[in-house]
């Protein structure tokens, strides 16, 4: 079954850019001009979100470096422990609202220094999965097409982040402990 999956895989991109091909052919689109105009817009497009990027790797940075999370992470311990949540993930869900890569290397840590097969990956594994990099997010794509004011788009991420890592914990609780 997984060799079925693995041969279908490969074949699905190959497909996938013969139809558009094949489509642009049948309507007489200028599927080549009409990509290097998108190319050409995607790149103007990553050039004016630059400032965005920077600000928001330099604001990542800041709260690393700073010891927040390790003082967070102190003052947090006796209720963590409490509930069975792993004192590992607490740096997880505190920086996965702002930086993917951040977590990424996190969890990278968290695995490492407990295993893969570990409550404390899988949770971190689950959250994760299960939240997003709203500032990230934000940053990137309100600051490509000139948003400035987005308030309740943050309201609503911080929101839908928290309640992805409380859903993370709950079903974790209840499928690995």
Known sequence: MKEFFNSISVCILPCIILIIILTAF???VPAYENF???AKEGFWISVKIIPYLVAIMAAVSMFRAS???????EILKTPL?????????????LTRSLSGGATLGIFSDIVAANGPDSYAARLAAVI????????Y?????????????????VLTGIL???????????IC???FL
Do not use: Q
Not at 81 to 93: G, H, R, S, V, W
Not at 128 to 135: C, L, N, P
Not at 160 to 170: L, M, P
């Open 81 to 93: 422990e409490y509930f069975k949540i792993p004192i590992d993930t607490l740096p997880l869900m």
């Open 128 to 135: 994760t999965g299960s939240s997003e990099t709203t500032f």
């Open 36 to 38: 290097t105009e998108g």
């Open 160 to 170: 839908a982040d928290i309640t992805g890592i409380f859903a993370a914990i709950i």
């Open 173 to 175: 609780r209840w499928l």
């Open 67 to 73: 010891g927040a999370i390790e003082w967070l992470a």
């Open 137 to 153: 997010v934000l940053s990137v794509y309100f600051g490509a097409i000139g948003i400035k004011k987005f308030r309740h788009a």
């Open 26 to 28: 049948i309507k007489k």
